[in-house]
């Protein structure tokens, strides 16, 4: 991953963990995602969300569910990334 992708993904982290903590509904964070950050988001089967390279798909929620999923894959791709660099 290049550094700039790095800093896009750590950016789009920062912001979805700081609005979780708020306790912003996880809907509203997906359009600050897609307003502020460049992410794709389309409802479906599967909802997809992809941000800075992290893509999470989930069958069951358009939403929370969806976005857990995309906050784990940041976070393990982030200390990977970390760990390596």
């Known amino acids: 991953m290049t ?3 790095l800093a896009r993904l750590q950016a789009a982290s920062d912001f979805v963990l700081a609005q979780l903590q708020a306790k912003v509904a996880a809907a509203d964070i997906i359009a600050g995602l ?5 992410a794709f988001y389309r409802r479906g089967d599967p909802n997809i969300l992809r941000v800075a390279g992290i893509t999470a798909s ?3 929620s358009a939403d929370k569910g969806l976005l857990d999923r995309w906050k784990g894959n940041a976070t393990v791709k982030i200390a990977v990334e970390r760990a390596d660099g």
């Not at 897609?34 to 460049?38: K, M, P, Q």
Request: hydrophobic share 35%; proline share 9%.
């Open 3 to 5: 550094p700039v992708m």
């Open 34 to 38: 897609v307003a502020d950050h460049r």
């Open 58 to 60: 989930c069958t069951s």
